[in-house]
Nanobody, 123 residues
Framework: EVQLQASGGGLVQAGGSLRLSCAASGFAFDGYAIAWFRQAPGKEREGVSCLDTSDGTTWYADPVKGRFTISSDNAENTVYLQMNSLKPDDTAVYYC????????????????WGQGTKFTVSS
């Protein structure tokens, strides 16, 4: 069974750091695009970052550029999102998603989704 397990949420103060993890099981994500999306209360789900595991290409949404870093540990079949200089606007439920294609900001193209992990950035 294909599963994505997102973890790492919690409560952090503005300016702090947090690392989210997305562990894949049931498939080897080599060749997949693994993306992080987020959805804040009352807002639409938006793409945050993506890693194309086939060539290492990364993409970041403008609001997180320079603060977030996506990486992978192929041996652990896990993708990480290191988040620094966090802001209250980063508060959301974060989801990881996978598709055997190149990165996309369109949530609908992704085949597999994790359950979401929530964190709150306090001011």
């Amino acid at each position: 069974e294909v599963q994505l397990q997102a973890s790492g949420g919690g409560l952090v103060q503005a300016g702090g750091s947090l690392r989210l993890s997305c562990a894949a099981s049931g498939f080897a994500f080599d060749g997949y695009a693994i993306a992080w999306f987020r959805q804040a209360p009352g807002k639409e789900r938006e793409g945050v970052s993506c890693l194309d595991t086939s060539d290492g290409t990364t993409w970041y949404a403008d609001p997180v550029k320079g603060r977030f870093t996506i990486s992978s540990d192929n041996a652990e079949n896990t993708v990480y999102l290191q988040m620094n200089s966090l802001k209250p606007d980063d508060t959301a439920v974060y989801y990881c998603a996978a598709v055997i294609a190149t990165c996309s900001v369109v949530a609908g193209v992704y085949d597999y989704w994790g359950q979401g992990t929530k964190f709150t950035v306090s001011s």
